[in-house]
């Protein structure tokens, strides 16, 4: 299989990517993490939640938090609760997700535009039934794989530049909606690093609550990512609602 051409030494070496895998299963299994959450219940139009009292009289390994976004046929803002269970089956079920073993070939450097405004660029996700929803993606990312370029769109998540992005491993070997990864600024304002070893499956992939964003048509790739994330496994039986 072809691999994009890594320049430079790997910045992320193999010890801190394990590190990071311990991590990613602290967090997964964690109280209010994704493996937790077992209702998304959106209120009437006009509502507002109320993450505290709905908490009262729930088991002690429930959380409630509060929530909001956009409705996509009005555009008004949308108020919603979550119910995270500390001891929901999928956390009791779960044993880990399996990876593609690190691989220094795919921490790859890319250019990094900014885009002077405030661009929003139409993202399908997970539940909208083809529907979009606009997020903010503040630069382009460009980058050569196998003799392709590519022009990636990664939207700014609180700060952080996320990447949603599609490979043929995808339904495969991979979740099926594609991956995520979040883009590492460097020292240069108009460099980023993409360690694709720390691409890592949606929070839609461990439950059926939450609502992905999807790759866009020029965030999929044409070669197999075989980095990252692969897929959660769990024991008894046990399948994840996707």
């Given amino acids: 299989m072809s691999h994009p051409t890594a320049i430079g030494p790997a910045s992320v070496p193999n010890g801190l990517w394990h590190a990071w895998r311990a991590e990613r299963h602290r967090s997964l299994t964690s109280p209010t993490g994704n493996l937790a959450l077992v209702e998304t219940r959106w ?3 006009g509502e507002h939640s109320d993450g505290q009292k709905e908490g009262e009289g ?19 803002p949308e108020n919603g609760l979550r119910f995270w269970d500390a001891d ?7 044993d880990r997700v399996d990876v593609f073993p690190y691989d220094p070939a795919w921490v790859v450097h890319a250019t990094y ?21 606009d997020l903010v993606v503040p630069g382009d990312i460009t980058l050569t794989v196998d003799g392709h ?7 700014d998540d609180d700060g952080t530049l996320l990447l949603v992005f599609g490979d043929p491993t995808n339904g495969a070997t991979t979740y099926g909606a594609g991956r995520f990864l979040f883009v590492q600024r460097t020292q240069d304002d108009d460099r980023v ?13 461990f439950s059926d609550q939450y609502n992905c964003p999807m ?18 496994v ?8 996707h």
């Fill in 215 to 232: 790759p866009p048509r020029q965030n999929r790739f044409h070669l197999p990512v075989e980095a990252g994330e692969k897929l959660p």
């Fill in 193 to 205: 690093l993409l360690d694709f070893n720390r691409a890592f499956v949606p929070p839609c992939g």
């Fill in 43 to 45: 209120l009437p139009e």
């Fill in 58 to 76: 729930q088991p002690d390994t429930v959380t409630v938090t509060a929530l909001q976004r956009t409705d996509i046929v009005t555009g008004e």
């Fill in 88 to 94: 929901s089956p999928a956390i009791r079920h779960f």
């Fill in 113 to 133: 535009t900014p885009v002077p405004g405030a661009r929003r660029i139409a993202f399908e996700h997970l539940r909208d039934n083809g529907g979009t929803r």
């Fill in 234 to 241: 769990f024991r008894g039986g046990f399948l994840a609602q």
């Fill in 149 to 155: 370029e590519y022009t990636l769109s990664a939207f």
